[in-house]
């Protein structure tokens, strides 16, 4: 089982930017994807992005161009650069972790928290 550890979050005007991460525990968390979803007020979750270990990444077509995924492998931790933020994109995201590519709910092991993402107009 691997552990996630989410920091960063906040509110924003629009057009600013955010920085998210997330620290996986536990057992072998190399051996899975990581990435961000997101659950908007009154919406269904939504995949964002994902990462593999490799560097291999997968966004979600309204976040290409604004928002950037990284990982440090030596710190077990992957970051969600988000930049030109629009009210949209106001949501609780929740990083994740589970096979590649990790863009559906059903395909995660293991959730975090969630951090709240808060774009003012």
């Known amino acids: 089982q691997v552990q996630l550890e989410e920091s960063g979050g906040g509110e924003v005007d629009s057009g600013g930017s955010l920085t998210l991460s997330c620290v996986a525990s536990g057992r072998h968390p190399h051996a899975y994807a990581m990435g961000w979803f997101r659950q908007a007020p009154g919406k269904e979750r939504e995949f964002v992005v994902a990462i593999n270990w490799n560097g291999l990444t997968y966004y979600r077509e309204s976040v290409k161009g604004r928002f950037t995924i990284s990982r440090d492998n030596a710190k077990n931790t992957v970051y969600l650069e988000m930049n030109r933020l629009n009210p949209e994109d106001t949501a609780i995201y929740s990083c994740?972790?589970?096979?590649?590519?990790?863009?559906?709910?059903?395909?995660?092991?293991?959730w975090g928290q969630g951090t709240r993402v808060t774009v003012s107009s």
């Open positions: 994740a972790s589970g096979p590649w590519p990790l863009s559906r709910a059903s395909m995660v092991n293991s």
